[in-house]
């Protein structure tokens, strides 16, 4: 017998790792029936056509579904140990599905998607492993919004409203990410188990990015293909439009929490530049009406007094938008800066915990965490 098979056998702990990745898919799941099963066998399939690349598990967060996901899901992974089910007893939202998802992962890689599959996995998941392997990301995201990305049969409103929501956001982060909505992408997993998260809906997903940028975390786009030919044949939507509503003014909220001061400067700039135009044609019109009066008309101390009364009797108005709005300008310039100091402790802060959760959940000399 071979000595170095034999050494294998002996002491079990000499054998060679897999060198290949380990990828979860993190698939949340509520009230999805209808397509559950069709869905995940379509995972499995292309994912075993990976095999050679990537060693992989699904987890399906069923987030307390009230039809038959819960049993048809369980049905699906019996017989199958790389796929597992997580059962909520209540609906809890998308949020804490992922978070959830994100404590049952075992994978070095960690990719979510819609159970729906609008993103087709056979499009996406090797683009987003490879991009992540390649740039040693810590997030890449699917982008239907960046050059290159697509949209399909997306409803014509919903794709405006997004894409301004989107675009809203990118400006409050103030970096270049066109998609902070979305939510499939793939995460380096060390990196998203030691996030602190605190959503618990649909504005998880800008929350992430908003507290990676914060962490200074490599985030990469790639361009993504939302499809929703399939929600079309259906007839109806499979989210509904409020629930997406709520995701998107949350989302807003995130950005505003985590960059604040943007909006109080940006505020306050333009109050002011308003208030100098007004204030500025009244001091040109002053300075007109005291070229016409006359020195026998009023004594040359008093003379400039008379003009501004003559342009307060023609504009009052002016006076009051023009000064009001300088005064606002300065309160919301005040308070801009006081909320970037603000934020400069609260990213301190949060480096420190996020610093003090991973070193927590380190394995000690023993191997325990």
């Not at 490599?218 to 939507?237: A, N």
């Not at 005040?334 to 934020?343: A, C, M, R, Y």
Request: charged share 20%.
């Amino acid at each position: 017998m071979n000595p170095e098979f034999s050494a294998a056998i002996t002491h079990p702990e000499t054998a060679p790792a897999d060198p290949r990745p380990m990828i979860t898919l993190i698939t949340p799941a509520f009230n999805e029936s209808a397509i559950i099963q069709q869905s995940l066998g379509r995972l499995c399939d292309f994912m075993r056509a990976l095999e050679h690349r990537f060693r992989w598990e699904i987890v399906v967060v069923n987030d307390g579904s009230r039809d038959q996901t819960g049993r048809l899901a369980d049905e699906f992974a019996e017989g199958r140990p790389q796929v597992r089910v997580i059962h909520h007893t209540v609906n809890r939202n998308l949020g804490v599905a992922m978070q959830t998802g994100f404590r049952h992962a075992q994978g070095d890689y960690i990719i979510v998607l819609d159970l729906d599959l609008s993103y087709s996995p056979e499009e996406h998941i090797v683009q987003l492993m490879d991009t992540i392997l390649e740039t040693e990301a810590d997030i890449v995201v699917a982008s239907p919004y960046m050059k290159g990305g697509k949209n399909t049969a997306v409803p014509t409103g919903r794709l405006i409203m997004s894409k301004v929501v989107n675009w809203l956001m990118r400006v409050s982060a103030g970096k270049n990410i066109y998609t902070f909505t979305s939510m499939v992408r793939v995460y380096n997993g060390n990196f998203i188990k030691n996030l602190n998260l605190k959503s618990g809906t649909y504005d998880i997903n800008p929350e992430i990015l908003f507290k990676a940028l914060i962490l200074r975390a490599r985030i990469v786009e790639i361009p993504g293909h939302l499809d929703w030919s399939f929600q079309k044949e259906q007839g109806k939507g499979r989210t509904s439009s409020m629930r997406i509503l709520k995701g998107i003014l949350g989302g807003l909220m995130t950005g505003f929490i985590f960059r604040p001061y943007m909006f109080f400067l940006v505020m306050g700039t333009a109050l002011f530049a308003l208030a100098m135009y007004i204030l500025l044609w009244v001091a040109v019109h002053t300075v007109d009406v005291y070229g016409t009066l006359q020195l026998n008309e009023a004594v040359y101390n008093t003379r400039f007094s008379q003009a501004i009364a003559e342009v307060f009797r023609e504009r009052p108005h002016a006076f009051f938008v023009g000064g009001i709005a300088l005064v606002v300008a300065l309160q919301f310039w005040g308070i801009g800066f006081l909320s970037l100091q603000s934020k400069r402790y609260f990213d301190e802060l949060f480096h420190i915990t996020s610093a003090i959760k991973r070193r927590l959940g380190e394995p000690d000399e023993q191997g325990h965490a």
